[in-house]
């Protein structure tokens, strides 16, 4: 017990970034895996280890506070100093959070207009593939050149027939009909 306590002590130097490191929990559970992070004041390591479920580009992270373990080894000591963080595109950043704020808009003056959940989901797949879409009362507008009104099936796609934005626009609406119903399909199969 006092050798655990003197290793927690000095374990502030002990844990560079990177570093593999195994201990034994309360539990006699042993764990071993590359240090992510490790805060001295409150003891807490976390470490990344493979993926209990045996899947190659997935890992397990484990937040072990060394104040409940018996054994504290370092297996493999990484002395390199951290990479600094990346920095911040400040100007991608704010053009999202403007994006999100837009899209936040048009979202109220859907519910305002009283759309439908139907309309709100058509609208949000939409969103995600282009960004010029705007509600005009309770009809959703792509492009400015195609209108899809309630109840926002296929056959209520207006505008050119010939244009590339309406043939592109009623598939887009077909296939999120098709996925709803799939998915409402599905929900009424699954026992409750």
């Known amino acids: 017990e006092e050798e655990c306590g003197k290793k927690m002590a000095g374990v502030s130097e002990c844990f560079g970034i990177g570093s593999t490191v195994a201990c034994k929990t309360c539990y006699n ?4 895996g590359e240090v992510l992070a ?3 004041q409150t003891k807490m390591l976390i470490l990344k280890c493979p993926a209990t479920s045996g899947r190659p580009n997935f890992n397990n ?4 506070n060394l104040s409940l373990v018996s054994d504290v080894q370092v297996k493999k000591e990484v002395n390199t100093a951290p990479e600094a963080p ?3 595109n400040l100007q991608r950043l704010n053009t999202r959070v403007r994006n999100q704020i837009e899209e936040k808009k048009r979202l109220i003056t859907a519910l305002a207009a009283g759309v439908s959940p139907d309309g709100q989901k058509l609208f949000l797949t939409i969103t995600k593939t282009i960004s010029e879409v705007t509600w005009q009362g309770s009809n959703i507008v792509v492009l400015n050149q195609v209108t899809i009104t309630p109840p926002y099936k296929p056959e209520n796609v207006k505008g050119n027939a010939d244009s590339k934005a ?13 996925d709803q119903q799939a998915l409402e399909h599905c929900k009424h ?4």
Request: proline residues 6%; hydrophobic residues 35%; positive net charge.
């Open 166 to 178: 309406y043939t592109h626009i009623k598939k887009v609406v077909e296939k999120h009909v098709n």
């Open 29 to 32: 559970r042993e764990i071993e």
């Open 86 to 88: 990346q920095s911040l």
């Open 61 to 64: 992270v484990h937040i072990i």
């Open 189 to 192: 199969k699954v026992p409750q």
């Open 38 to 40: 490790f805060d001295p």
